[in-house]
């Protein structure tokens, strides 16, 4: 293979999407943030504000409204806003994913030739992360496509001080380089990359954009490079992106926009844990073995390899894009594992370089660790890594059966299939032929990614308490639009679900609405009952019982006992 053609891309698209698209439509909406977003964009459709973000009646100023134009545009290309059909919220992602694979190719490809960029591109594809956040409406894989947009934009300037890929040209039929001059599609690329990142979540697409380029700089002493991008009108045209809303945002939310998004939700992210995420560094380097799954222990097998190339100008370029993003994000106090997903297209491709050879540039083959404690580290590391491939392989049937005693046979099949293809991939990696054990843990992993979205997941009743409520509801409303109010259950997507109005307050609260308005409802948990009842006996007043579900909630772990009730004339 001399580079990669379209039919390739073509490939590597169908493949993407074959592990993208299964449970796309069947999921509902993830707690808590997805449906935070998807309720965002819904009000924006419906109200025609599309500057002022909201989730119901308070405004949503976490970060600029990108992410939710491109999930309104979704919806309303697809027409999925009346019945609240997901999978048209869900579209931005997965357009955005595929594109992240295509991407990595397509820049594992420039700098160490076409088969690096193919494996490279199947390890990010397949990694547990990307394959959760492909699924979900939220920021995390359109901002990943605007970094990897930047980077390979920032690649293509950076390219010519080096002088390789010249044999890469040559095999493709084409022209040896022969100046440094960059076309400009390529600083276009990256000044609007760039600008779209800061639509999408502000200043957080500029430690990746800005940090590789720092590292560059500071690793080689040079910035010549750097005019190629046309900085001067470049940076003009990534503000221009950003700027007309962010006026607008600021003078229609008098300045407190910027007062939380940026001095709460962003600086506050460096000096405390939010949201119950604080922990210690070394987080992210702990999860990567189930986050980069099942690529990690490529990953860690090609740790030697880099060490020793670590000088080759395609090895650190790659090390100037990972290392500056992991540290911060190490760094800050808040940790989730999505934090880190813009190194790990890096990564993969560092990792398939270190097993495909690339003639006349490096040597093919891995590299066992030298010192007998990396000989160590590395074998508990593939201990680890076998360990959770089984425990994802088997988990579906697991879960089913202890959560609410269901037998699922298609999920034990795809189990029972995945589990020998996990041990041949493991047997194969320690006969150090990683291409194909790639191909046999590639495998196990569609069975059980289609095993887990199309048939685990789904079935889990139990979890999906969202929409067994709206199904209640809707039953048994006493009115048309009668009004929900949830003092037990808070999740957004109750809000999301629910056309009808669903409001998220106490027990008391609940009790005073079922009392003055006849077509009001009340869903109150057995842990608030007493609370709900003594308000009722406070103002000598009734409510009749219409309804009742149980299950658990998955973000906090609860099991609830949920009890649903309307007014009725109590006084005395």
Not at 196 to 218: N, Y
Not at 324 to 340: D, S
Not at 471 to 489: G, Y
């Amino acid at each position: 293979m001399t580079r990669l053609t379209a039919r390739h891309h073509a490939l590597l698209a169908a493949f993407a999407l074959a592990i993208f698209l299964p449970g796309r439509a069947l999921l509902p909406p993830l707690d808590r943030d997805e449906p935070r977003y998807m309720q965002a964009a819904a009000q924006m459709l419906q109200s025609g504000n599309y500057v002022d973000v909201r989730f119901q009646d308070q405004p949503r100023y976490l970060q600029p409204a990108g992410i939710y134009w491109l999930e309104a545009a979704a919806v309303a290309a697809t027409g999925t806003l009346q019945h609240r059909q997901v999978w048209g919220w869900r579209i931005p992602s997965l357009i955005a994913a595929t594109a992240s694979v295509l991407f990595t190719a397509a820049i594992g490809e420039t700098l160490f030739g076409p088969l690096c960029g193919l494996f490279a591109a199947v390890l990010l594809a397949l990694s547990v992360l990307m394959t959760a956040e492909s699924r979900m409406a939220t920021i995390d894989s359109c901002l990943l496509t605007a970094v990897l947009a930047a980077e390979a934009a920032l690649l293509r300037a950076w390219r010519p001080a080096h002088g390789f890929g010249q044999q890469a040209r040559v095999a493709a039929g084409l022209a040896p380089a022969t100046d440094g001059r960059v076309p400009l599609w390529s600083p276009l690329l990256c000044w609007t990359a760039l600008g779209v990142g800061l639509m999408l979540k502000g200043p957080v697409v500029l430690i990746p954009g800005f940090g590789t380029p720092i590292a560059l700089a500071f690793t080689e002493r040079s910035t010549r490079w750097w005019r190629r991008l046309r900085p001067a009108w470049g940076v003009p045209l990534m503000l221009a992106i950003v700027l007309p809303w962010c006026v607008a945002i600021g003078l229609l939310s008098h300045g407190a926009f910027f007062q939380r998004a940026v001095g709460n939700n962003f600086l506050g992210k460096v000096a405390s844990g939010q949201q119950a995420h604080g922990l210690p560094p070394g987080y992210h380097l702990l999860v990567f073995a189930i986050a980069f799954w099942p690529g990690s222990v490529f990953a860690a097998a090609a740790l030697p390899f880099v060490w020793l190339h670590r000088r080759l100008p395609q090895v650190r370029f790659l090390l100037c894009w990972i290392v500056p993003h992991w540290l911060v994000f190490e760094a800050i106090a808040t940790k989730l594992p999505h934090y880190v997903l813009p190194a790990y297209p890096a990564i993969a491709i560092l990792t398939a370089a270190s097993f495909t050879a690339t003639p006349g540039l490096l040597p093919a083959g891995w590299q066992l660790p030298r010192s007998r404690v990396g000989r160590a580290l590395l074998a508990a590391y593939f201990l680890a890594w076998l360990l959770i491939g089984c425990a994802i392989a088997v988990a579906g049937p697991i879960l089913l059966w202890r959560l609410q005693g269901t037998v699922s046979v298609p999920a034990i099949i795809l189990a029972a299939l995945s589990m020998p293809l996990i041990l041949a991939a493991a047997w194969l990696l320690l006969l150090r032929e990683p291409k194909r054990a790639l191909a046999s843990v590639g495998c196990a992993a569609l069975l059980t990614y289609a095993s887990l979205f199309w048939v685990v997941l789904p079935g889990l009743r139990v979890i999906w308490l969202a929409p067994r409520i709206v199904a209640m509801t809707e039953a048994v409303q006493p009115c048309p639009h009668s009004v929900l109010a949830s003092a037990s259950f808070s999740e957004p997507s109750l809000v999301f679900l629910r056309r009808n109005p669903t409001r998220l307050i106490s027990a008391s609260q609940s009790a005073d609405l079922v009392v003055h308005d006849r077509c009001a409802m009340a869903l109150i948990g057995s842990r608030d009952r007493a609370a709900f009842e003594h308000r009722l006996a406070a103002d000598r007043a009734a409510a009749r019982q219409i309804g009742r579900l149980d299950g658990i909630n998955y973000s906090t772990g609860r099991r609830l006992d949920l009890f649903l009730f309307t007014g009725r004339d109590g006084r005395g």
